[in-house]
């Protein structure tokens, strides 16, 4: 499972409502390109270049899966939802949003259209300083320097002023109030993907299943009747011996945890692959080790029709997955719903996913956080 790309970009503005203009790019970017993790401090400094009116400037951190080029394409479409106009790229202008791409991870970009890093980044004291303010772990992968051994042999010696400190749109969204959130669903709702992502952005400890290192599971596909309790069984007492090491390691009072399943999906799968006499031995087993098990602070169940999981399964291309048939992905989406009705003593919120690609689009992944945030509420 890929990691999101760590994404630098300077804002700046000199014309209008300048503070007014910077406020809006950042939830612009929030929205329609990236998570914003970090966000620094407004400077301002006099235009470089030219003589015009002093710009209001500030940087960056974005985690987002778009490529570079991705991002400079959307990052303009905001500069033009904004009222940016860019002209022939003869000199510099005054602007109302001046958006540049900074860094991308670590790498040398060097095309017609973008170059990464940012050329002038070293020479720009409005850049440097707004950076230093992110705590980033990075160097420059030409000049081999950080930013703050950058900005010590920078030439700029203009003048770039702090002014104040602006809010990060993901600080509305206090998910660190539940110290562990575990993200279910059916195959292929995406519920590594997202518990994963979330745990990126709003640095979380992970519990993520190991269900591709069971052997058990391309035989059970091939022969259910036959693979079937040696499957769950297996599962089962993976499950527990994960859960048992991984949350022993965390302060359940203090960290923030993230897990891609809750044990209770063991009985969910037995009840729908195993006889009545394996479930009812296997019941027995599961009952003794659910007692021992940490429930979570919220239990979040993402919800997809069986066609979208299907479509989704045939995407990520497991061999052992593509004979899965809709009426069992049914089953398992019964037995889940079930199950969360028979709950009394669990923090429960259901998001309806079919309709959401929150890898691909920014806004489908802010509505589940949304939705988080509306359970927190209350």
């Known amino acids: 499972m890929k990691s999101q790309h760590q994404v630098v970009l300077s804002l700046g503005s000199n014309q209008g409502n300048r503070l007014r203009n910077i406020e809006l790019c950042l939830q612009f970017i929030h929205q329609q390109v990236g998570t914003v993790i970090k966000v620094s401090r407004l400077y301002e400094s006099p235009s470089w270049g030219f003589q015009s009116e002093a710009f209001y400037n500030c940087a960056l951190l974005i985690h987002t899966y778009a490529s570079a080029d991705e991002v400079l394409v959307q990052v303009l479409n905001i500069e033009r939802q904004l009222g940016r106009i860019r002209g022939d790229g003869s000199g510099y202008q005054s602007r109302i949003i001046d958006i540049d791409l900074i860094t991308f991870d670590s790498d040398i970009i060097d095309s017609d259209n973008l170059q990464i890093p940012h050329p002038l980044m070293q020479n720009r004291k409005f850049v440097l300083l707004p950076m230093l303010d992110l705590n980033l772990d990075w160097k420059h992968p030409v000049f081999q320097k950080n930013v703050s051994e950058l900005l010590e042999i920078s030439p700029d010696e203009s003048d770039c002023s702090r002014v104040q400190n602006l809010e990060n749109p993901l600080d509305k969204i206090p998910l660190y109030q539940f110290n562990y959130i575990a993200f279910e669903g059916n195959i292929g709702a995406g519920k590594s993907t997202l518990a994963t992502k979330i745990a990126e952005d709003f640095n979380a400890k992970t519990v993520l299943e190991r269900f591709a290192d069971n052997p058990f599971l391309p035989k059970f596909y091939e022969d259910p009747i036959r693979y079937a309790f040696s499957l769950e069984m297996s599962f089962l007492a993976d499950r527990y011996q994960q859960l048992s090491d991984d949350l022993a390691q965390f302060d359940l009072f203090k960290d923030f945890i993230v897990a891609d399943y809750h044990i209770f999906k063991s009985l969910i799968f037995a009840k729908i692959t195993l006889t009545d006499d394996e479930y009812r031995l296997y ?94 509420n209350g």
Do not use: H
């Open 283 to 376: 019941r027995t087993l599961f009952d003794i080790i659910y007692k021992e098990m940490p429930k979570p602070d919220l239990y979040v169940f993402l919800y997809q029709n069986s066609e979208r999981l299907l479509e989704n399964i045939k995407k990520r291309g497991r061999d052992y997955e593509q004979n899965i048939e809709g009426s069992y992905l049914d089953k398992i989406n019964t037995g889940y719903l079930d199950y969360i009705k028979s709950q009394t003593d669990l923090n429960v919120l259901v998001i309806d996913v079919s309709d959401k690609d929150f890898v691909k689009n920014q806004e489908d992944y802010l509505f589940i956080l949304n939705q988080i945030q509306e359970k927190i």
